[in-house]
């Protein structure tokens, strides 16, 4: 995102003035700014130097930050050049560094001014601020200015310029360091030689060229820095020079901006400030936690400061397991500045403290009269991991449905159902799940008991399509098929989920057939459900898979299927391949054999002329769909031992010509099939 910034540059041109600007200032604020950008004292614009001035304008509301040069190609002896950057105060109180608008400053040539009129803008990624690494006389000239600062803040200050040290970038150090309001007030020169202040509007920073005027300032009631020798370093100013050193690291800057807008002092605020954060940046000891309660308690720039409060309260929670009984006490009565949004923004690891220390408080106040504080403990709660809530909760009586309120997503979590206790449909009543709901119970529930009462509760026909779903996810396991044999107590169920089913699982398919037997599922009407499901299986993957079309061929031979030639004309060639290869285990044909007719000891081996004959008999017998029967097998030589034994079936050879007839008036391959069946009956008459 871009930040839009005004410009304007001033210099000679018949006289110091206003040679282009991109925006209209007031005539106060255009005459301030025509004032700033002369030359900054005698003697100033004969240096080949330049300096950086900045100041408030605020009928704009703009801080004016500008750069001067010298001027000598300029006719008249003492001319500048100032390019004067304006940014908007709320801008201002969002970058992190300032100083970087300094890269924008451009000297101007004699000529040329033009695009100085119009405004510039800069992305708020280049507003970040490097690491700077101080030379020993740079950190000594920075203590010193920082300590006349803040330790004197009513007074204007003044410091001699050090030619070792880059003077501009250190004023900007201490400028990016100010909280918004400071900042945008914060009035600076960095080459002068006399008192810029003007009535109302006093210089918080002038640094001069060499000792002599400073010791004019001096007496002109100036506040002049100490020898670098004399600075004495308290805490608050390591702080800073720490900050200066490594400004991305430690947090003071977004401490200050915190507590600065929370805060009516200006300069006289910092010292304070530093210290509170120093005890609530680091893993305190009860003597920093206990310092940091009492700035809070004495009169001071945080004495009416709930920032303050707010941030001291959510340090405590990070050293919660060794808080003090003083700071525990201080914790809940000021339970109120724990900032909730940080909660709800899923800050788990500061909830979970809370919840580990305070768990029965806690619900105690979610269940209590005060609004106020249960809404803070349902943010507290509803910003924990599912899995810690879960795991920690104290053994208290609370209401699920008023639990679930302010924590929905536990039931999404199957941690929750394996540690909730159900005993009766009671215990869910009145909760709405959700089909990953349902999924996350069916993942975790663990107990029996509770199992059969889901089950009761949302209904068996939803827990097979939940199941049916799960087997296509990552996270699913076989153990979850345990569920099936809760759910087809109801078998009209099982038909009805077996017909609607399109896409059926395997899994779920065989979990089934394992639970049933074949004649269970009832088909009084229309297709028979297992057909349903195993020509949808087939057309999905191309086969099915053997012990499936055992069931099916089985239930083809019992009593309560309506598809029975489809079934058979589905698995026999299936079936009669596998045990001519003794690919079909004994599982699988002990389910065939016991609805098989019986057969002489001598002939049990022979499995594959078994189902031929068993397929023979149940069409011939029940004078099943004749088209069905004349595509039994696809292979010749098995298909003609099936005719073989249809014919010598009772009634079969008039079964075999209405096969015949049934294939009439057809295409090409299904005539090939026909004049097979007519030349076997032909050839079985001459015989």
Not at 20 to 40: E, W
Not at 133 to 151: H, M, P
Not at 653 to 676: G, H, I, M, Y
Request: glycine share 6%; hydrophobic share 40%; charged share 20%.
């Amino acid at each position: 995102m871009n930040i839009t910034l005004h410009q304007s540059l001033h210099g000679y041109s018949g006289g110091h003035r206003q040679l282009a600007c991109s925006t209209k200032l007031s005539q106060d604020d255009a005459k301030l700014v025509l004032t700033m950008s002369d030359v900054s004292g005698s003697g100033i614009a004969s240096e080949d130097n330049s300096y950086l001035t900045g100041y408030p304008l605020k009928d704009v509301a703009m801080y004016a930050l500008a750069k001067t040069w010298s001027a000598p190609e300029m006719p008249r002896p003492g001319c500048v050049w100032t390019h004067t950057i304006y940014i908007e105060f709320a801008d201002l109180a969002t970058i992190i560094a300032p100083s970087r608008l300094t890269k924008l400053f451009n000297r101007p040539e004699s000529t040329g001014w033009s695009s100085y009129g119009v405004p510039t803008s800069m992305n708020v990624l280049d507003f970040n601020e490097q690491e700077l690494r101080l030379s020993l006389s740079g950190e000594q000239w920075l203590a010193s200015v920082l300590k006349a600062l803040y330790d004197s803040p009513r007074e204007r200050v003044a410091t001699k310029r050090d030619p070792s040290v880059s003077v501009d970038t250190l004023t900007l150090q201490i400028w990016n360091q100010q909280w918004p309001r400071l900042r945008r007030s914060f009035r600076f020169c960095t080459l002068t030689t006399k008192d810029r202040s003007a009535l109302g509007a006093p210089f918080d920073l002038q640094v001069l060229p060499n000792e002599e005027l400073a010791g004019r300032m001096r007496h002109a009631g100036v506040l002049t820095t100490m020898p670098l020798s004399d600075v004495h370093q308290p805490d608050w100013l390591i702080t800073l020079l720490d900050d200066v050193r490594q400004p991305n690291l430690g947090g003071l800057r977004e401490t200050l901006k915190k507590l600065g807008a929370d805060t009516l002092g200006g300069r006289e605020a910092m010292p304070t400030l530093c210290m509170f954060h120093r005890a609530t940046s680091r893993s305190s000891s009860p003597e920093d936690l206990q310092q940091a309660i009492a700035m809070l308690d004495k009169p001071g720039p945080l004495a009416r400061s709930d920032a303050a409060r707010a941030l001291l309260v959510e340090h405590i929670l990070t050293v919660l397991g060794d808080a003090d009984d003083l700071t525990v006490t201080f914790l809940w009565e000021n339970w109120q500045f724990l900032d909730t949004k940080r909660l709800c923004g899923g800050d788990s690891q500061l909830a979970l403290k809370l919840w580990r220390r305070f768990p029965e408080r806690l619900l105690m106040a979610l269940c209590g009269d005060s609004p106020e504080k249960a809404n803070w403990a349902a943010a507290v709660i509803s910003s924990l991991n599912a899995k810690d809530l879960v795991e920690a909760w104290p053994d208290t009586d609370v209401p699920l449905s008023f639990v679930l309120a302010i924590h929905l997503e536990l039931l999404d979590m199957p941690a929750f159902w394996k540690r909730l206790t159900v005993q009766s449909s009671s215990d869910l009543h009145g909760i709405e799940l959700s089909d990953k709901a349902v999924s996350a119970l069916i993942s975790g529930m663990e107990r029996s008991s509770a199992m059969s009462i889901a089950v009761q509760w949302l209904g068996p026909l939803r827990v097979l399509n939940v199941l049916q779903t799960r087997t296509q996810h990552t996270d699913w396991t076989p153990n979850d098929l345990r569920w099936i044999s809760y759910c087809v107590r109801d078998t009209s169920i099982v038909a009805e989920f077996l017909s609607r089913t399109q896409a059926p699982s395997v899994q779920v398919v065989q979990a089934l057939a394992h639970e049933l037997n074949p004649d269970s599922v009832p088909n009084q009407y229309g297709d028979d459900p297992w057909f349903t499901t195993l020509q949808n299986l087939k057309e999905m993957h191309g086969s099915i898979p053997m012990g499936l079309a055992a069931y099916g061929f089985a239930r083809a031979l019992g009593w309560s299927s309506r598809s029975v030639a489809e079934l058979l004309q589905m698995t026999f060639e299936q079936l009669h391949s596998a045990v001519s290869d003794s690919r079909l285990n004994d599982e699988a044909w002990k389910l065939i054999e016991q609805r098989l007719s019986w057969v002489p000891e001598d002939m049990r081996g022979n499995r594959g002329k078994r189902l031929i004959k068993i397929v023979a008999e149940v069409f011939v017998a029940r004078r099943l769909w004749p088209f069905a029967f004349a595509w039994m097998a696809s292979n010749t030589d098995l298909y003609i031992a099936l005719l073989e034994e249809a014919a010598d079936r009772w009634g079969g050879k008039r079964f075999l010509r209405s096969v015949e007839k049934s294939l009439e008036n057809a295409d090409a391959a299904t005539e090939a099939r026909r004049e097979l069946i007519h030349r076997f009956l032909r050839q079985d008459r001459l015989l």
